[in-house]
């Protein structure tokens, strides 16, 4: 599946926020967007005026980045959020949520997301009994997530399974058995990502 491989630093520049792709750097003095907090290239440090659409631009950017997905799969949660009955805008993020390498993440199975969805891409885990191993894969409630058997033994996870993390409502953890639920729907309040739907959703209406 393609994915973006360049610099991640300077997609936190380039939205003028941490998106904190890069895990426990992102917490240190090392943090490129710390050192130097302003729009990559020659020109960055000039503050130009921003439109409407390069307003909904950007968040539509900026949420394609948290949640590491390209503009063509990125659309196509639009459109299926599009047909889900409720408000666009919460329902896009309602699906994004639901990805199966961000629940890894908020799980504590990973220091970012693009570390989550390496783990789930090299077959670490089960849902409902059964391995996947693609990142992607859209998660329902009551599915039952657990790290397989055989990666269990891993200094990695078990260094996981000793630092459990703060889970929003919609997801319960054991960590002793290696496993997680989703017990709801995430609702728009418990979804903490810096972003405003209603700017993609009046973006993608043009």
Known sequence: MARYTGAVCRICRREGLKLFLKGDRCFTDKCAFSRRGYVPGQHG??????????????????????????????RTYYKRAERVKGITGE?????????????VYKVGYGASRNEARQLVNHGHFLVNGKKVDIASYTLKVNDVIQ???????TEKFKTFAENPKTL?????????????????????EEIDVPVNETLIVELYSK
């Open 147 to 153: 790290v397989s058997e055989k990666s269990r033994g």
């Open 168 to 188: 929003p409502a919609w997801i319960s953890a054991n960590y002793d058995n290696f496993e997680a639920k989703i017990v709801a729907e995430p609702k728009r």
């Open 45 to 74: 440090k000039e503050r130009k005026k921003i439109s409407n659409y390069g307003l909904q631009l950007r968040e539509k950017q900026k949420a394609k980045r948290i949640y590491g997905v390209l503009e063509k799969q990125f």
């Open 91 to 103: 329902s896009l993020l309602k699906l994004l949520e639901l990805r199966l390498d961000n629940v």
